[in-house]
């Protein structure tokens, strides 16, 4: 009985602390804003690697090269189990369907002779049309979800089995030829604003609204999303809505991010349009 009664204020110490901090952080998430936040990430999050025969093909041609892609991630839930919260995926059209199906570079490690690697894509998911996701065309296409479709699968279904998380950035970079140039048969599909149209359709595929962060949400009231970022936290007297969401608002949900700017005038092409204020 003695030990117990020296242990009993000290537990009811840490439980008035702990419900201390909660309140803490939970009147914190009401004022910090998502553009005040930082959190860690990824570069290509998808990345599986090099296989061997393949490996060892790069590097006897480019040594340097195979110097840069010599690195692997793990899946996606993994990343986001062990903290992670912004993820990169690049993503390559094919309205069509297979039209990234049979990478060169299994040809080639065909005719110097060396084992052939495990099939890349066993499941065949790369000849259904949708958009893909790997990093380097005919050479480095090894991916933990090689459809778009599949990586946000994975991260909406983390997300629901972790309620209240930090919000997670999703930057998507788009691979495809220059702008202004005919794109080759073997090479990457251009996008065009009907691309990108079926870009938002597959996100919204996978997420609904009520789970995303979107660009009508931040620019609220405002005439832009600029003029909405600009006036984020000011508490002025009749001040529109709009602005970066608080923490508190944004917990259990994504963020889509265009991790390029070259693409911006086509991606908006039709869709701009202002508020009256």
């Known amino acids: 009985m003695r030990n117990l009664l020296t242990i009993l204020p000290a537990i009811i110490l840490f439980s008035l602390c702990a419900v201390a901090q909660q309140t803490s952080a939970a009147k914190q998430d009401q004022s910090v804003r998502i553009n005040e936040i930082q959190v860690i990430g990824s570069h290509n999050s998808y990345h599986t690697g090099i296989a061997p025969s393949e490996h060892k093909l790069i590097e006897q041609q480019n040594p340097k090269a195979m110097r840069a892609l010599d690195y692997e991630h793990k899946?996606?839930?993994?990343?986001?189990?062990?903290?992670?919260?912004?993820?990169?995926?690049?993503?390559?059209?094919d309205s069509k369907g297979g039209r990234y199906s049979h990478p060169t570079i299994v040809d080639k490690v065909a005719a110097a002779g060396l084992p052939a690697d495990p099939d890349f894509d066993p499941n065949h998911e790369m000849d259904k049309p949708g958009f893909k996701v790997m990093h380097v065309l005919n050479v480095d296409q090894r991916s933990s979800c090689h459809t778009l479709i599949a990586c946000l699968t994975t991260i909406r279904s983390w997300s629901n089995l972790n309620p209240g998380h930090v919000p997670i950035f999703i930057l998507?970079?788009?691979?495809?030829?220059?702008?202004?140039?005919?794109?080759?048969?073997?090479?990457?599909?251009?996008?065009?604003?009907?691309?990108f149209d079926a870009l938002d359709a597959e996100i919204r595929s996978v997420f609904s609204s009520k789970e995303m962060i979107t660009p009508d949400e931040v620019r609220?009231?405002?005439?832009?999303?600029?003029?909405?970022?600009?006036?984020?936290?000011?508490?002025?007297?009749?001040?529109?809505?709009?602005?970066?969401?608080?923490?508190?608002?944004?917990?259990?949900?994504?963020?889509?991010?265009m991790d390029q700017r070259p693409v911006e005038a086509i991606y908006t092409e039709g869709h701009l349009h202002f508020v009256a204020g």
């Open 75 to 93: 899946p996606l839930g993994d990343q986001l189990s062990g903290g992670v919260r912004q993820l990169e995926i690049d993503i390559y059209a």
């Open 220 to 257: 609220g009231s405002y005439a832009t999303l600029f003029e909405a970022i600009q006036n984020s936290g000011k508490d002025t007297a009749g001040r529109k809505s709009g602005g970066w969401p608080t923490l508190a608002e944004s917990r259990g949900k994504v963020i889509f991010l």
């Open 172 to 195: 998507i970079e788009t691979k495809q030829g220059r702008p202004g140039t005919e794109a080759s048969p073997s090479g990457p599909e251009p996008f065009t604003a009907a691309t």
